[in-house]
T-cell receptor, first 111, second 112 residues
Framework: DAGVIQSPRHEVTEMGQEVTLRCKPI?????LFWYRQTMMRGLELLIY????????DSGMPEDRFSAKMPNASFSTLKIQPSEPRDSAVYFC?????????FGSGTRLTVV | QQQVKQSPQSLIVQKGGISIINCAYE??????FPWYQQFPGKGPALLIA?????SEKKEGRFTISFNKSAKQFSLHIMDSQPGDSATYFC???????????FGKGTKLSVIP
């Protein structure tokens, strides 16, 4: 298995632009999590899905953030419009139980 | 509100020494306590985990010690090696939930 696949690995965008981050979980994993990592705040849970259904989105910072999981093999995290304070590394993780498998992350820079 | 407090923020240990990272929690509903290891440019990876029915779990050079009454748990890395240099995160989840709450991480540097 190729593990959790995230794309792109790096994204540089201008303030106000729409950004879409993508994640392909491990086949058979029925939980998918989106985390944001910054030096100041560490790893923050943004949203998670179970069987493609959003269960808890209380960590989504504001309405500019949205996430979807149209099927078991694909999820997106969208930021529209993006702001410089959104600059961070965004991780996707999947699990079928207690051990998460993280992707390698997307480093987002908003200038 | 930080539910899992991790210390220290950074740690420098000489090769062959013991690295100790501590975590404390408040929520008594937590019943699963993993540690994750993260190398630069990579996502965190599960290292070792413990449940509160045991006080210690050992896997190779890595040991978790768990103190339920004090609501604390720690990671010990014996015979630390330069290859152990990474950021370590403790985490916790509640019974019946797979949602993890992470500590803020400890950057470990093992010097030759």
């Amino acid at each position: 298995d190729a593990g959790v696949i995230q794309s792109p690995r790096h994204e540089v965008t201008e303030m106000g632009q729409e950004v879409t981050l993508r994640c392909k979980p491990i086949s058979g994993h029925d939980y998918l999590f989106w985390y944001r990592q910054t030096m100041m705040r560490g790893l923050e849970l943004l949203i998670y899905f179970n069987n493609n259904v959003p269960i808890d989105d209380s960590g989504m910072p504001e309405d500019r953030f949205s996430a979807k999981m149209p099927n078991a093999s694909f999820s997106t995290l969208k930021i529209q419009p993006s702001e410089p304070r959104d600059s961070a590394v965004y991780f996707c993780a999947s699990t079928a139980g207690y051990g998460y498998t993280f992707g390698s992350g997307t480093r987002l820079t908003v200038v | 509100q930080q539910q899992v407090k991790q210390s220290p923020q950074s740690l420098i240990v000489q090769k062959g020494g013991i690295s100790i990272i501590n975590c404390a929690y408040e929520n008594t509903a937590f019943d699963y306590f993993p540690w994750y290891q993260q190398f630069p440019g990579k996502g965190p990876a599960l290292l070792i985990a413990i449940r509160p029915d045991v006080s210690e779990k050992k896997e190779g050079r890595f040991t978790i010690s768990f103190n339920k009454s004090a609501k604390q748990f720690s990671l010990h890395i014996m015979d630390s090696q330069p290859g152990d240099s990474a950021t370590y995160f403790c985490a916790a989840s509640k019974a019946g939930s797979y949602q993890l709450t992470f500590g803020k991480g400890t950057k470990l540097s093992v010097i030759p």
